[in-house]
């Protein structure tokens, strides 16, 4: 099910304001109700490809432990990317729902 949705998932965790990779997945698994439980293997990767892409920035940075991290940002492309991705989904979205439920059909298409 996550497959084509990663990158919006990602640019939604990161929403709310920079964050490094584990808190991301953190706030990924809560923000779902647990549904999505995305190993690092799955998240890392993305979080590289957003950047190269323009839609994330990234500065490292030294926790209270010492212990060094990098954290990710939207860019304002990322911001301008959520909101466009946000709209096809809801675009989707509701064209699946009136699938399911049988009710009129989508004003917009997906």
Known sequence: MLK?????????????GPAHGYAIIEAIKDKSGRA?????GTIYPALHRLE????????????????????????????RALTERRAVWERFS??????????APCKTPA
């Open 4 to 16: 084509g949705h990663l990158d919006l998932i990602v640019l939604a965790a990161l929403a709310a």
């Open 94 to 103: 509701e064209a699946i729902g009136g699938l399911l439920d049988g009710t």
């Open 36 to 40: 999505f439980n995305l190993p690092e």
């Open 52 to 79: 190269q892409a323009g839609l994330l920035s990234s500065h490292w940075t030294t926790a209270e432990s010492g212990r060094k991290r990098r954290v990710y940002a939207l860019t304002r492309s990322g911001r």
